[in-house]
């Protein structure tokens, strides 16, 4: 008996609460031959089609004034195979429920980013990514990917079958069909051991090449209006097991990371005079601590303080003029940030539309408080970003266009062409795709 749930939909907000869409209707298919139909249906009324996982892209990637499909009944993992070592997922499944399921089995993701809240194929084509010498994005181990396209059929695509499409769908920001299933290379669980540890801006952007080059994961968060930086390295190890005491753990990750400033960003947010006060206390709240345990308890953060933010890859030689650029800008402007700048690190991949495509590259993000004024920071800031041929995160705010993308990517033209075979009539079609990819 179908599950199928159709209905007339209110209004979809994400978790940000800066993008809104109203759907005509909103179909959560319990299949992927429901899935199928449900686009099929679509195209009969003329309507386009997107998917949503839990709307942590700040961009309207997945806004739709058509139909909206909530995969949360595609959930689970489908198979695992220790031989080819991959473990395929349905679509709809959470990092988190992956990680512990995988974690239940003895494996593990090589590499993943610091939350978990978003569905797989969410995570994936928006490019989501954490820190890596060696290795890259979530997107980056995907092995096999399963798709419906604009006619409503099922698509399978892996490095030998349909390679063409295994290139571009795997950050496919929902223009080449939706994701129904992804099989992603995973290996035996291991133990990582993370040293955070605070250090001055001067000296961080001094020695980074050499911190990049000694660590397997390094990244850094810069406070505005201070010279201060939290660090972090996280490095395989033999063991053994020593976790964050408990009572450390919430004290640390989520009194002071959450709760405590939480309190100070509506604090900052009513008197911005002492935003710059409180990033001096910020700066100094976290003391440096060592600590090792599997991996998605070391990558992994709860982020209970909600926020906006906008995040550039750039080349990874530009990375410190880049963020000296940035902290003159912040210190010579009238701007209060009370958000810290997350550095993170990616290796070159071969993914058509990946902000890594044939680049090594390092990440700078800078977010504002939600409900706070963000637009003068980000512009100023995307100025910056833009000026060293940077490529916006798909899921995260920019004002970037087709001109733009079109010049950072050698291979943008291939991935559009691409989308004119699979979706010429435009059914996964939205005004962000519109802005990005072109009509």
């Known amino acids: 008996m179908s599950t199928t749930v159709i209905g007339k939909s209110g209004t979809w907000r994400n978790w940000a609460g800066n993008v809104t869409a109203r759907p005509v209707r909103e179909v959560t298919p319990a299949t992927v031959e429901e899935l199928a139909a449900a686009v099929r249906k679509a195209a009969e009324d003329d309507l386009r089609v997107k998917a949503v996982g839990t709307g942590h892209s ?99 695509c892996s490095p030998t079958e349909n390679a063409d499409v295994f290139a571009a769908a795997r950050v496919g920001i929902g223009a080449l069909g939706i994701v129904t299933a992804i099989t992603f290379a995973v290996e035996p669980i291991f133990l990582l051991t993370a040293r955070e540890e605070p250090m001055s801006f001067e000296r961080v952007t001094a020695e980074f090449d050499e911190l990049h080059a000694e660590n397997e994961h390094f990244e850094f968060y810069w406070f505005p209006h201070t010279g201060n930086t939290n660090t972090k390295r996280n490095n395989r190890s033999a063991g053994p097991e020593k976790p964050v005491p408990q009572l450390n753990s919430w004290f640390e990750d989520e009194f002071l990371s959450n709760g405590v400033f939480q309190v100070a960003n509506w604090v900052g947010q009513a008197v ?138 050698p291979r943008f033209g291939e991935f559009t062409a691409l989308r004119d075979r699979l979706d010429p009539e435009r059914r996964f079609q939205n005004d962000y795709l519109r802005r990005v990819l072109g009509a």
């Not at 490019?127 to 006619?151: F, Y």
């Not at 911005?272 to 709240?285: G, W």
């Not at 210190?331 to 991949?349: H, Q």
């Open 58 to 156: 700040f961009t309207a990637a997945a806004a739709t004034d058509g139909v909206l499909i909530r995969p949360q009944l595609l959930t689970g993992i489908r198979r695992i195979d220790r031989e080819a070592m991959t473990v395929t997922v349905a679509a709809g499944t959470p990092l988190k429920r992956l990680n512990l399921a995988l974690a239940r089995e003895g494996l593990s993701l090589t590499n993943m980013g610091d939350i978990m809240e978003q569905t797989v194929s969410g995570a994936t084509s928006t490019g989501t990514h954490g820190t890596g010498r060696d290795s890259a994005s979530i997107a980056a181990q995907i092995r096999g990917l399963e798709l419906v396209t604009a006619d409503g059929s099922i698509l399978t």
């Open 272 to 409: 911005p005079a002492t935003i710059p006060t409180i990033a001096q206390i910020s700066s100094r709240a976290l003391s440096a601590r060592t600590y090792t345990d599997i991996p998605y308890k070391v990558f992994t953060s709860p982020r209970r303080v909600r926020f906006v933010e906008m995040e550039f890859a750039v080349p990874r030689e530009a990375l410190v003029d880049t963020l000296r650029e940035l902290k003159a800008m912040v210190d010579r402007s009238k701007l209060r940030v009370s958000f810290p700048v997350e550095v993170r690190t990616a290796p070159a991949d071969d993914i058509t539309l990946s902000t890594a495509s044939g680049r090594e590259s390092a990440y700078v993000a800078v977010h504002m408080f939600k409900g706070t004024p963000y637009q003068a920071y980000f512009t100023a800031a995307e100025r910056i970003f833009t000026a060293h041929e940077g490529r916006p995160h798909w899921g995260k705010v920019h004002t970037r266009d087709t001109d733009y993308f079109a010049k950072v990517y």
